[in-house]
Protein backbone atom coordinates (compact mmCIF):
# COMPACT_ATOMS: atom_id res chain seq x y z
CA UNK A 1 0.00 0.00 0.00
CA UNK A 2 1.68 3.36 -0.79
CA UNK A 3 0.57 5.99 1.44
CA UNK A 4 1.34 10.04 1.58
CA UNK A 5 1.96 10.89 5.10
CA UNK A 6 1.15 14.50 6.65
CA UNK A 7 3.32 16.05 9.49
CA UNK A 8 -0.11 16.10 11.58
CA UNK A 9 0.05 12.24 11.64
CA UNK A 10 3.94 11.58 11.87
CA UNK A 11 4.78 14.13 14.47
CA UNK A 12 2.66 12.46 17.06
CA UNK A 13 3.73 8.61 16.33
CA UNK A 14 7.18 8.74 15.65
CA UNK A 15 7.47 8.56 19.43
CA UNK A 16 5.52 5.59 20.01
CA UNK A 17 5.87 2.49 19.83
CA UNK A 18 2.36 1.26 17.84
CA UNK A 19 3.88 4.36 15.30
CA UNK A 20 7.43 2.93 14.96
CA UNK A 21 5.43 -0.57 14.62
CA UNK A 22 3.31 1.52 11.49
CA UNK A 23 6.34 2.88 9.68
CA UNK A 24 8.27 -0.49 9.17
CA UNK A 25 5.08 -2.05 8.46
CA UNK A 26 5.80 -4.74 5.22
CA UNK A 27 2.68 -3.95 3.35
CA UNK A 28 3.48 -0.17 3.35
CA UNK A 29 5.09 2.26 1.50
CA UNK A 30 5.44 5.60 2.80
CA UNK A 31 5.99 8.71 1.03
CA UNK A 32 6.08 12.57 1.85
CA UNK A 33 6.66 16.04 0.51
CA UNK A 34 10.09 17.86 1.35
CA UNK A 35 7.42 20.71 2.58
CA UNK A 36 6.03 17.95 5.62
CA UNK A 37 9.83 16.58 6.01
CA UNK A 38 10.62 20.61 7.10
CA UNK A 39 7.35 20.57 9.38
CA UNK A 40 7.97 16.94 10.85
CA UNK A 41 11.57 18.28 11.62
CA UNK A 42 10.59 21.68 13.62
CA UNK A 43 7.11 20.08 15.05
CA UNK A 44 9.09 16.98 16.14
CA UNK A 45 11.36 19.42 17.85
CA UNK A 46 8.71 21.54 19.71
CA UNK A 47 6.67 18.25 21.23
CA UNK A 48 9.63 17.09 22.91
CA UNK A 49 10.41 20.40 24.18
CA UNK A 50 6.72 20.70 25.11
CA UNK A 51 7.16 17.20 27.04
CA UNK A 52 9.99 17.88 29.08
CA UNK A 53 8.30 21.41 30.16
CA UNK A 54 5.24 19.34 30.98
CA UNK A 55 7.50 16.93 33.19
CA UNK A 56 6.95 13.96 31.06
CA UNK A 57 10.21 13.67 29.79
CA UNK A 58 13.78 14.38 31.55
CA UNK A 59 15.44 17.14 29.38
CA UNK A 60 18.67 14.74 28.57
CA UNK A 61 16.50 12.26 26.83
CA UNK A 62 15.55 15.24 24.12
CA UNK A 63 18.39 14.94 22.03
CA UNK A 64 18.23 10.94 22.20
CA UNK A 65 14.88 10.74 21.39
CA UNK A 66 14.86 13.18 18.32
CA UNK A 67 17.81 11.41 16.59
CA UNK A 68 15.78 7.98 17.28
CA UNK A 69 12.93 9.55 15.72
CA UNK A 70 13.95 10.97 12.55
CA UNK A 71 16.56 8.31 12.08
CA UNK A 72 13.08 6.16 12.00
CA UNK A 73 11.89 8.86 9.32
CA UNK A 74 14.77 8.71 7.02
CA UNK A 75 14.48 5.33 7.05
CA UNK A 76 11.31 4.70 6.58
CA UNK A 77 9.77 7.86 4.48
CA UNK A 78 10.79 8.29 0.61
CA UNK A 79 11.51 12.24 0.54
CA UNK A 80 9.57 13.08 -3.29
CA UNK A 81 10.87 16.58 -4.89
CA UNK A 82 8.66 18.77 -5.70
CA UNK A 83 9.30 18.70 -9.40
CA UNK A 84 7.33 15.21 -9.02
CA UNK A 85 4.03 16.90 -7.93
CA UNK A 86 4.39 20.51 -8.72
CA UNK A 87 2.04 20.00 -11.53
CA UNK A 88 -1.09 18.93 -9.02
CA UNK A 89 -0.58 21.90 -7.39
CA UNK A 90 -3.16 24.03 -8.26
CA UNK A 91 -5.97 21.03 -8.51
CA UNK A 92 -4.51 19.95 -5.02
CA UNK A 93 -5.15 23.62 -3.66
CA UNK A 94 -8.53 23.45 -4.65
CA UNK A 95 -9.34 20.33 -2.43
CA UNK A 96 -8.03 21.22 0.35
CA UNK A 97 -9.16 24.23 2.98
CA UNK A 98 -5.38 24.51 4.49
CA UNK A 99 -3.06 26.01 1.83
CA UNK A 100 0.07 24.32 3.57
CA UNK A 101 -1.08 21.09 3.08
CA UNK A 102 -1.23 21.33 -0.75
CA UNK A 103 1.76 19.09 -0.89
CA UNK A 104 0.85 16.24 0.64
CA UNK A 105 -2.65 16.43 -1.90
CA UNK A 106 -0.41 16.80 -5.02
CA UNK A 107 1.98 14.17 -4.35
CA UNK A 108 -1.44 11.76 -3.40
CA UNK A 109 -3.02 12.99 -6.62
CA UNK A 110 0.06 12.12 -9.01
CA UNK A 111 1.17 9.01 -7.00
CA UNK A 112 -2.94 7.89 -7.21
CA UNK A 113 -1.72 6.99 -3.60
CA UNK A 114 -3.59 7.18 -0.20
CA UNK A 115 -2.95 10.05 2.80
CA UNK A 116 -2.59 8.99 6.36
CA UNK A 117 -3.19 12.08 8.61
CA UNK A 118 -4.88 13.22 11.50
CA UNK A 119 -5.63 16.51 10.51
CA UNK A 120 -9.51 16.73 9.13
CA UNK A 121 -8.88 19.19 6.55
CA UNK A 122 -8.05 15.94 4.60
CA UNK A 123 -10.93 14.16 5.02
CA UNK A 124 -13.79 14.85 2.20
CA UNK A 125 -11.39 15.76 -0.29
CA UNK A 126 -12.00 13.39 -2.89
CA UNK A 127 -9.14 10.88 -1.52
CA UNK A 128 -8.43 7.72 0.41
CA UNK A 129 -7.37 9.07 3.89
CA UNK A 130 -6.48 6.93 6.61
CA UNK A 131 -6.16 8.22 9.90
CA UNK A 132 -4.01 6.42 12.64
CA UNK A 133 -6.60 4.32 14.46
CA UNK A 134 -8.23 2.68 10.96
CA UNK A 135 -4.61 2.17 9.46
CA UNK A 136 -3.35 0.07 12.85
CA UNK A 137 -6.76 -1.83 12.51
CA UNK A 138 -6.18 -2.69 8.94
CA UNK A 139 -2.73 -3.64 9.24
CA UNK A 140 -3.41 -5.45 12.61
CA UNK A 141 -0.82 -3.58 14.14
CA UNK A 142 -1.19 -3.31 18.76
Known amino acids: MNLVADASA ?3 ELLRARGRALLRHPDT ?5 LEVAGEVRHELHKRLRFMVERGQLAGDHV ?6 ALDL ?3 SVSLVVPEVYVA ?3 AAR ?7 DWSVVALALVMEAG ?5 RDFFGIGLPVWNTGVLL ?4 IG
Do not use: K, Y
Not at 94 to 100: G, K, L, M, N, S
Open 10 to 12: LVG
Open 29 to 33: DWFTT
Open 63 to 68: AVLERE
Open 73 to 75: FNS
Open 88 to 90: ARL
Open 94 to 100: ERIRDPQ
Open 115 to 119: IWAED
Open 137 to 140: THLR
